[in-house]
Structure formats: structure tokens, C-alpha cells
């Protein structure tokens, strides 16, 4: 038990996360401990991760395996230096990594978030461009509704209004494609949207607005998660991937949500056959328990970083943390856990019931839209005229007080519980979230 209470008795000090601050410390919701598919409340209630935290609890919480690599290797080695010093973790942990990466993408380079490792993958685009003689190549193209974590590199490629208003003018240089979300043509789609394939062609537009020979790379979420789960139109990611091999522009996968597992393969490249130059993880990589993220890039990029001389730095970056000796036990043994107990097919053989209990909630008050792909789904709502936001977050903590978590963003609730999640859950989660929306005002 924690030495500490549960509530403590002054909540000013930090300033909270992504959260309204003002409303929660009027009105707390503390969770206090958790195991596999539960949380606890601080008021002693069992609540249903519907969310796996956020995005990363993806083998449940609180398994055995890993919190006892983690115990483990504090008394071992419990920091060692990143730069020009080595652990064999780190290594083996890479090893395991790419072993479960698509074909050729065979170097991992870790960061502690994904922010991190979004920011990473942008530089090492850049660079990768510059190593190659193509020096004029760096802009980038992100895309609208994207996110892509917090730093600047991140929210300049991203599409989100809310960092435009906020934090000045971010990186020059970027420009970005359309979103795919279509709802006039797309709603109720179960699985990939049918319409959209041809918002991949605006690629082009773009690059015949500032010639090819200026841009480094493309960076996507395959499905974009934190805007409200986007689902790739039908044919959109290949036709991506066609235009970025044409015009020789990398093509980044964001997919610190959608990697381990959540479609039901390791990586959503996997699950849609198109296969990126780079990919953006983290989240899952240690079951959400420690912080890491990674890089995956493709052999012919690193290839090209080794080619200078032999004692000279060949990319100028790293975090302190990269590969941390705790974070990479802890992800080697969370990469364990998701194969000995089949997590990443689960999501896959849970797909169908999941994608029908979703889809049961449509004729639900104020349900204007279900989407769902692998274990992740979203039940966007009619906003309150002028008041936007406010009825999802209602539901929100109305569903946190009948016992379930879930998320809100914008007025779309998005579910994407741990792989370990059985059909009996599954109807919890659902039941829970139709009790909230029949009471919804
Ligand atoms: C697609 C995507 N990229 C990047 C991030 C940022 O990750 P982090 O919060 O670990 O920095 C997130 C977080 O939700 C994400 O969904």
C-alpha cells in the first residue's frame, strides 16, 4: 500500500496534463491501483480500462513478467550512459525489436515518448536526405487532424487547431495533406472506409506546388487515434506509399498507437501491407509501464548514416534516457509477454464481436457516428450547439462514475482496451457506455 493518501490534501502544486485542471480539483478522480483489465478508484471501485491507460497498457496491467525484469534490473545496472557507451539490453532489446518489424527495417534508434520519436524520425528524414546529396529536400508533409505528440516538430506536422492558436507559427516549411474523415459519405462504416482514396492524390497537388526536390518526407498516422480514430480510406495508404516511392520521399508511420498489436498484427503496416521508410513508436513498447520509445527505420537509411569515417559521430542526436537499462528490460519483457499470450493476433480474433458490440450502441441519443478497425473504436456524438466538447465529456465522467474508463476528444468517445480484454468485457464496456448515452442530455 502507498505511504501516501490517496487524496492529498493540496492538488495546486502540479499542474496537470492535457486536463482541465480547475474542474478536476474541484471534483478528483484518483485511481490508485490496477490489475490486468481493472483500476482501482480511491473510493475502492473496480473501473474498466477501456482505454489501456492511453494506448499503451496494451497486455493489461500490473503482469508479473515485467515488473519483475524491471525489479530486477534496477539492482543490476540501473543507469548507464547513452553516448559512446553501451549496455547489453539496449542491444538485445533492438534485436528482439526487428524481429517483429516489416522486412528491411532493421535499426532501431530509442527516444522516451513518442513525441520523441516523432521528432527523431523528422531529423533523421532531413538528414537522411542531406547524406544522400539531396540537400534542398526539407520540407515536410504532415496531415490535417494529425497528431503526433507535443514538441514542435510534432504539432507543426500535425493538423490540430488548438496548437496553431496556442504556440505561434511553429516549423516553416511544412504543409499538409487533406484529413480523410468523410462523414456524409462514410458513416457507420464498419472497418476501412469505402470513400476517400482519392484525398491521397492531393499529395500531388502538393508536390507540384513546391517541386519534389524540397521535400524530405511524409509523415501519417495509419490510423489516426488522438483526433478521434480516422480510418484509412480503402486503397489510401498505397497510394501514399506509391507517390513517396515515385517522387523519393520517405514515408513515415506514425504508429505510436498502432503498434503492438492494437490491429491485430504487430505493426498497422502489417495489417494494411504497406510498408513505411520509418516508424514512430513507443506506448506499447513497454506495456505503458516505463517510458521508452523507438525509431525503426529501413537498412538503406542507416546504411547511408555509416559511410563517413569511422570515429566521427554520424547522427547528432540522442536523449539521456535513449535505451535506458530499466526501459529496455521492461520493453524485453513486455515484447515476451505479448508473444507467449498470442496479443498480437488477439486483436484480430476479438475484431468481429468487437466491431458488432460497437455498432449495437447506433440508435443511441445523440450518436452520429461508430467506427471501429482492430481493438479501437469511436462513437462520436451530435455536439451541444455552442457548447462543443461538452457532451462527450460529460459521458466521460458519467462513465467513470458507473465504473468504465474511456476517452473523449473533441465529441467522439474513443475505446481502445488492453488485448487481453475478453467478449464478457467487451459487453461491459459497451453496456457501460449505453447506460451513459441513454442518460445523456
Ligand atoms: C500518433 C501519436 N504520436 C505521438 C504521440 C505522442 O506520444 P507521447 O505522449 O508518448 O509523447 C501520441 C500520443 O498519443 C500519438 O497518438
Same mark, same amino acid.
Given at each position: 500500500?502507498?505511504?501516501?493518501?490517496?487524496?492529498?490534501?493540496?492538488?495546486?502544486?502540479?499542474?496537470?496534463?492535457?486536463?482541465?485542471?480547475?474542474?478536476?480539483?474541484?471534483?478528483?478522480?484518483?485511481?490508485?491501483?490496477?490489475?490486468?483489465?481493472?483500476?482501482?478508484?480511491?473510493?475502492?471501485?473496480?473501473?474498466?480500462?477501456?482505454?489501456?491507460?492511453?494506448?499503451?497498457?496494451?497486455?493489461?496491467?500490473?503482469?508479473?513478467?515485467?515488473?519483475?525484469?524491471?525489479?530486477?534490473?534496477?539492482?543490476?545496472?540501473?543507469?548507464?550512459?547513452?553516448?559512446?557507451?553501451?549496455?547489453?539490453?539496449?542491444?538485445?532489446?533492438?534485436?528482439?525489436?526487428?524481429?517483429?518489424?516489416?522486412?528491411?527495417?532493421?535499426?532501431?534508434?530509442?527516444?522516451?515518448?513518442?513525441?520523441?520519436?516523432?521528432?527523431?524520425?523528422?531529423?533523421?528524414?532531413?538528414?537522411?536526405?542531406?547524406?544522400?546529396?539531396?540537400?534542398?529536400?526539407?520540407?515536410?508533409?504532415?496531415?490535417?487532424?494529425?497528431?503526433?505528440?507535443?514538441?514542435?516538430?510534432?504539432?507543426?506536422?500535425?493538423?490540430?487547431?488548438?496548437?496553431?492558436?496556442?504556440?505561434?507559427?511553429?516549423?516553416?516549411?511544412?504543409?499538409?495533406?487533406?484529413?480523410?474523415?468523410?462523414?456524409?459519405?462514410?458513416?457507420?462504416?464498419?472497418?476501412?472506409?469505402?470513400?476517400?482514396?482519392?484525398?491521397?492524390?492531393?499529395?500531388e497537388r502538393i508536390i507540384k506546388l513546391h517541386d519534389a526536390s524540397t521535400i524530405a518526407a511524409v509523415i501519417v498516422e495509419p490510423v489516426s487515434g488522438s483526433?478521434?480514430?480516422?480510418?484509412?480510406?480503402?486503397?489510401?495508404?498505397?497510394?501514399?506509399?506509391?507517390?513517396? /516511392?515515385?517522387?523519393? %520521399?520517405? &514515408? @513515415?508511420?506514425?504508429?505510436?498507437?498502432?503498434?503492438?498489436?492494437?490491429?491485430? #498484427?504487430?505493426? $498497422?503496416?502489417?495489417?494494411?501491407?504497406?510498408?513505411?521508410?520509418?516508424?514512430?513508436?513507443?506506448?506499447?513498447?513497454?506495456?505503458?509501464?516505463?517510458?521508452?520509445?523507438?525509431?525503426?527505420?529501413?537498412?538503406?537509411?542507416?546504411?547511408?548514416?555509416?559511410?563517413?569515417?569511422?570515429?566521427?559521430?554520424?547522427?547528432?542526436?540522442?536523449?539521456?534516457?535513449?535505451?535506458?537499462?530499466?526501459?529496455?528490460?521492461?520493453?524485453?519483457?513486455?515484447?515476451?509477454?505479448?508473444?507467449?499470450?498470442?496479443?498480437?493476433?488477439?486483436?484480430?480474433?476479438?475484431?468481429?464481436?468487437?466491431?458488432?458490440?460497437?455498432?449495437?450502441?447506433?440508435?443511441?441519443?445523440?450518436?452520429? /457516428?461508430?467506427?471501429? %478497425?482492430? &481493438? @479501437?473504436?469511436?462513437?462520436?456524438?451530435?455536439?451541444?450547439?455552442?457548447?462543443? #466538447?461538452?457532451? $462527450?465529456?460529460?459521458?466521460?465522467?458519467?462513465?467513470?462514475?458507473?465504473?468504465?474508463?474511456?476517452?473523449?476528444?473533441?465529441?467522439?468517445?474513443?475505446?481502445?482496451?488492453?488485448?487481453?480484454?475478453?467478449?464478457?468485457?467487451?459487453?461491459?464496456?459497451?453496456?457501460?457506455?449505453?447506460?451513459?448515452?441513454?442518460?445523456?442530455?
Open positions: 500500500m502507498s505511504t501516501y493518501s490517496a487524496i492529498p490534501n493540496d492538488l495546486e502544486a502540479f499542474w496537470m496534463p492535457f486536463t482541465a485542471n480547475q474542474q478536476f480539483k474541484s471534483n478528483p478522480r484518483m485511481l490508485v491501483s490496477a490489475e490486468n483489465m481493472y483500476y482501482k478508484s480511491q473510493d475502492g471501485r473496480d473501473i474498466l480500462d477501456g482505454t489501456a491507460g492511453l494506448w499503451c497498457v496494451n497486455a493489461g496491467h500490473k503482469r508479473e513478467k515485467i515488473v519483475s525484469a524491471i525489479q530486477a534490473q534496477v539492482e543490476e545496472l540501473d543507469y548507464a550512459p547513452a553516448f559512446q557507451m553501451g549496455h547489453p539490453k539496449a542491444f538485445a532489446l533492438a534485436n528482439k525489436l526487428v524481429e517483429i518489424t516489416p522486412e528491411d527495417m532493421n535499426h532501431v534508434f530509442f527516444t522516451n515518448s513518442g513525441s520523441e520519436s516523432v521528432e527523431t524520425a523528422l531529423k533523421i528524414a532531413i538528414a537522411y536526405q542531406r547524406m544522400r546529396g539531396q540537400v534542398s529536400r526539407t520540407r515536410l508533409i504532415g496531415r490535417e487532424r494529425g497528431y503526433h505528440g507535443v514538441n514542435f516538430g510534432g504539432i507543426s506536422v500535425g493538423g490540430i487547431v488548438n496548437n496553431r492558436k496556442m504556440f505561434g507559427t511553429l516549423l516553416s516549411g511544412v504543409d499538409h495533406l487533406p484529413h480523410t474523415h468523410l462523414p456524409d459519405l462514410n458513416s457507420f462504416s464498419k472497418g476501412q472506409p469505402e470513400h476517400g482514396l482519392e484525398l491521397a492524390n492531393d499529395l483526433t478521434g480514430v480516422l480510418i484509412p480510406p480503402v486503397g489510401y495508404l498505397e497510394r501514399l506509399r506509391d507517390l513517396c /516511392d515515385h517522387y523519393e %520521399i520517405l &514515408l @513515415i508511420f506514425d504508429e505510436v498507437i498502432t503498434g503492438f498489436g492494437r490491429l491485430g #498484427t504487430p505493426f $498497422a503496416a502489417d495489417y494494411f501491407g504497406v510498408v513505411p521508410d520509418i516508424i514512430c513508436a513507443a506506448k506499447g513498447l513497454t506495456n505503458g509501464i516505463i517510458p521508452m520509445g523507438a525509431v525503426i527505420v529501413k537498412d538503406e537509411i542507416y546504411s547511408q548514416f555509416m559511410t563517413g569515417p569511422k570515429d566521427t559521430i554520424e547522427l547528432f542526436h540522442g536523449y539521456t534516457y535513449s535505451g535506458n537499462p530499466v526501459a529496455a528490460a521492461a520493453a524485453i519483457a513486455t515484447l515476451e509477454v505479448y508473444e507467449e499470450d498470442g496479443l498480437f493476433s488477439r486483436a484480430s480474433e476479438l475484431a468481429a464481436y468487437w466491431q458488432e458490440a460497437l455498432h449495437s450502441l447506433a440508435d443511441y441519443p445523440f450518436v452520429i /457516428d461508430i467506427r471501429n %478497425i482492430g &481493438l @479501437i473504436g469511436a462513437i462520436e456524438l451530435e455536439p451541444i450547439q455552442g457548447h462543443p #466538447t461538452k457532451r $462527450a465529456f460529460s459521458a466521460f465522467l458519467r462513465a467513470f462514475e458507473r465504473g468504465c474508463l474511456i476517452r473523449t476528444t473533441g465529441d467522439i468517445i474513443a475505446i481502445s482496451p488492453p488485448l487481453i480484454i475478453k467478449k464478457t468485457q467487451i459487453d461491459e464496456l459497451v453496456g457501460c457506455i449505453g447506460d451513459v448515452l441513454s442518460e445523456l442530455e
